[in-house]
């Protein structure tokens, strides 16, 4: 199956199986999610993109060993992507000691992502990161958030839900 989404059909949310597994194919669908948006030179980098997806996830299933949710959105000028767990916890980005096998993921995305953040939700936390094109400016344009929902730090809920019940 060729997933095939236009900027009309986002935000486009699934479900990911509780299972390290489950991790790969929801890597790949992010991926291929974004690519089938055909971006051009608005287009972030896929490679950043899958990096920071497969951070989110592996954290999200490891840490609550319960589904979770992932959300793929277009701000206007950024990929966004929201990954929704159980896990009531604060995320924070840290730099893990050099002999620590663990740990860098967070810290990865703060590094690659154009801005990135957490917000709590009633059963856990939406964690989530923005991607921008290459060549964007981000100093020069001051414009961190320019969509609503990104202001406001809110998942789109319908899009969530649908994607937990189905």
Known sequence: MTLRLTLRKL???????????????ARRLVREA???????QQAPSLDDLELLATELVTNAVVHTMAPCV?????????IRVEVTDTDTRDVEARVPPANDEHGRGLFLVDVLAADWGSY????????WFELAAPSEDL?????AHPSADCREG???RGAVEAAYSG
């Open 120 to 127: 709590r939700e009633p059963a856990g936390k939406t964690t």
């Open 11 to 25: 935000p486009y949310a699934f479900k990911v199986a509780a299972d390290a597994q489950a991790v790969g194919p």
């Open 34 to 40: 974004v690519e089938s948006l055909d971006l051009g």
């Open 154 to 156: 809110r998942a789109d």
């Open 70 to 78: 992932v959300c793929i959105r277009w701000t206007g000028r950024r």
């Open 139 to 143: 100093l020069a344009s001051g414009a």
